[in-house]
């Protein structure tokens, strides 16, 4: 089952260009110049996002993650027995997790333009969200506070980086509609 796994996520990795541009040449038709552009940025730069996400777990989370995971049974008679399927399934979650975790910039700046998101409304909800970040890095990391800080910190720098994101596309934003409406 791992190789078969391991086979099926490399085939959507090496078919996900094709794929995404199939999907925008779908789109593209229903779509004016500007919402064409404001697609094909997004998902150019969602897929960057997801790409950054999962080089930060590898290169940064996993080790660690890894690390604690591995040294809990130290001082005592229990040896760790990781098997592989088990370890692929760790790597492909954390993956998808951070992957997902980074695209939070993408996506808040595609609400803010489609107008269901506000930025004022994140910032005013910021103390409550760094709560949520922090219980949701938590959730997704081993029972140790290095983990959960590790994860939780990049959450918050993209959270402000949505935030600054969204403040300049509300200004384009409204600097497009009364440019329509004049």
Known sequence: MVQLSVAAI???VICSPVLLYEVYAFCAPGLKR???L???LA???GVVCFCVGVLFAYKVTVPFMLYFLI???VGTDVTSAISIESYVN???????IFGAVFELPVLSVVLT???ALRPEWLAKSRKVLVVVIFFVAALITPPDILSQIMVALPMLALFELSIFLCRLTAKGRKGQTADQAG
Do not use: D
């Not at 760790?90 to 998808?96: A, E, K």
């Open 43 to 45: 998902v150019g730069f």
């Open 113 to 115: 333009r489609l107008g």
């Open 10 to 12: 490399g085939g959507l």
């Open 38 to 40: 404001t697609f094909a």
């Open 90 to 96: 760790f790597l492909l979650t954390v993956f998808v």
């Open 34 to 36: 500007t919402e064409r």
């Open 71 to 73: 040294n809990l049974s």
